[in-house]
């Protein structure tokens, strides 16, 4: 216990006046002992810095080469000026002079020829498009619990229970949610699920297809990936079948890859434009919150029932050269890590059967310990690809120092503690921070840890408290948020960090084209000026 000690942190609640018994009249407290994500800035585990200089250095034989035969040719012509070069190569006819310097420049065309030929092609986003239900499905936190009352599907506890998780959630008043979860009877069906999924999968597509002015045949590749509804014929080939998509489209459907499937599809997306050039492809992200809706009295299972909400994002990218001019962002970096060979991690998320055999997602209280595990290795590979190098060296000379001294001053003082190692400022990598919106209490424990500003967090609290919890599509509805507030600028890098079951943490690093206008439709256009005074 005394090892975990640093990973619990511990809050004084008021409970309000007993009403009855011996203590009536008196106002009660009770400590509330929880698990908090751990400080994983503090620890450094080499192996994730050398992966991410393996992807740093993956094409880097190229760029050594060539600096290489410019040594070589230079220490061959460094003694000579102007005129014995000219001599030596023209006037005397010397043959060797002359293979030397056809050799040198036959070998830079090679070498040049074989980077850009073997280097992946680009990858850009054109536009995309974050699905916004209609004004009657909004259910602010009082009418979540009233509608939950009057369903007759939870008891009284249960009802306390989710009213307290909702005040503390970060969630507002005008999200959204299905009505079939609140109707009387069973409302997890294959009828209501495809008819959620139907609404916000088309609704997200028919926006995308009209903002960018492309048509559904001229798509080439399309990734859909929803985790807990998996229906057969799949969502992917429900949106072929929608939209009469052609025969030759390669169609992927992700499931059981909870809330960062959406930069798993998107890697997927890369990797089939890399191998299928001049071509379009759309990834498409949701979560369908009817079909996994939880009536149990499991308080685990009860939370998600808290956070999700209705949402779906389409995105449409591009491998062809002639888009390089219309293209909002390009993809730079994906960096993907996956914690399922640790029990603890595997299971911190996970669907099954209760006591009543009701169906639901069960949610573990180590999941915040094992997300900062997951975390800390991602960051950590994603380090050396997008850190500056004043920030590398930095980092390197303490962290040598640490291993080199450390272990050296601890033996001799037990007192003393371990040198910890310099930590990179990540707001010098990137300009904008597009955190999944998990929780309220998961985005404040990020914030800490990577020391990030108010404003780098504003559009994950924004997103939390305007749509609530959408999965895989929340890091897009925050996206919208900055472009919705004119806050991306020609050059700026966006840094799209989501995390979900599994344990996964994976990022997507996007670079701003141009200057991204604010749009003249879309999810926030409503509400975007009342941010950010409600957080």
Wanted: charged share 20%; hydrophobic share 40%; aromatic share 10%.
């Amino acid at each position: 216990m005394a090892g975990e000690h640093p990973l619990l942190s511990t809050e004084i609640v008021n409970r309000g006046v007993t009403p009855t018994g011996p203590d009536a009249g008196s106002p009660t407290f009770s400590v509330r002992v929880r698990r908090r994500l751990p400080d994983f800035l503090q620890s450094v585990n080499l192996k994730y810095v050398k992966l991410g200089y393996h992807y740093l250095i993956s094409h880097g034989v190229y760029v050594v080469l060539l600096p290489l035969l410019v040594v070589v040719f230079g220490a061959e012509v460094g003694n000579l000026g102007r005129e014995d070069l000219w001599r030596r190569v023209w006037e005397e006819g010397t043959d060797y002079d002359l293979a030397t310097l056809v050799a040198f420049f036959s070998a830079s065309v090679f070498i040049l020829c074989v980077y850009f030929m073997s280097r992946p092609r680009s990858v850009y986003l054109l536009d995309f498009a974050c699905y916004k239900p209609s004004d009657d499905l909004k259910v602010s936190n009082a009418e979540f619990i009233e509608q939950a009352r009057k369903s007759g599907k939870f008891d009284e506890a249960s009802l306390e229970f989710q009213s307290r998780i909702l005040k503390s959630s970060g969630i507002g008043d005008e999200t959204y949610l299905p009505k079939a979860v609140m109707a009387p009877g069973n409302c997890a069906t294959m009828k209501e699920g495809r008819a959620e999924a139907s609404e916000v999968l088309f609704g997200a597509l028919d926006e995308l297809f009209e903002k960018c002015r492309i048509r559904p045949k001229d798509v080439g590749v399309l990734v859909v990936n929803c985790s807990l509804f998996n229906p057969t014929p799949s969502l992917s080939a429900m949106i072929v079948n929608h939209y009469k998509m052609r025969g030759n489209i390669l169609s992927f459907n992700l499931g059981g890859m909870g809330c960062s499937a959406g930069v798993i599809a998107l890697d997927l997306a890369r990797d089939m434009l890399q191998a299928n050039p001049n071509n379009y492809a759309v990834v498409v992200s949701t979560e369908a919150v009817t079909f996994n809706w939880y009536t149990g009295r499991n308080r685990s299972m009860l939370i998600p029932n808290c956070f999700f909400r209705m949402g779906c994002s389409a995105v449409l990218l591009s491998n062809r050269r002639r888009d390089f001019f219309r293209a909002k962002y390009r993809l730079d970096h994906i960096v993907r890590t996956h914690k399922g060979g640790d029990e603890r991690s595997f299971r911190s998320v996970y669907q099954e059967e209760d006591e009543q055999r009701l169906k639901g997602l069960a949610i573990s209280r180590d999941l915040m310990e094992v997300g900062g595990h997951a975390l800390k290795a991602n960051i950590t590979t994603l380090g050396p690809l997008v850190l500056p190098v004043s920030e590398q060296l930095l980092f390197f000379a303490t962290l040598a120092w640490s291993h080199l001294f450390g272990n050296n001053n601890n033996t001799k003082s037990k007192t003393k503690t371990p040198n910890k190692p310099y930590i990179p400022d990540y707001k010098r990598a990137f300009e904008h921070f597009c955190v999944h919106a998990a929780s309220k209490s998961v985005l404040d424990e990020l914030q800490k840890n990577l020391e990030l500003t108010d404003a780098n967090v504003e559009p994950s609290r924004a997103a939390l408290h305007r749509f609530g919890n959408t999965s895989s599509s929340s890091i897009w509805y925050e996206l919208a948020y900055l472009e919705a507030k004119g806050s991306v600028r020609a050059g700026d890098r966006v840094w799209q960090l989501a995390f979900g079951s599994g344990f996964k943490c994976n990022s997507a690093v996007w670079r701003a084209m141009r200057r991204v206008k604010r749009p003249a439709a879309g999810p926030w256009v409503d509400c975007v000026d009342r941010y950010p005074a409600q957080l």
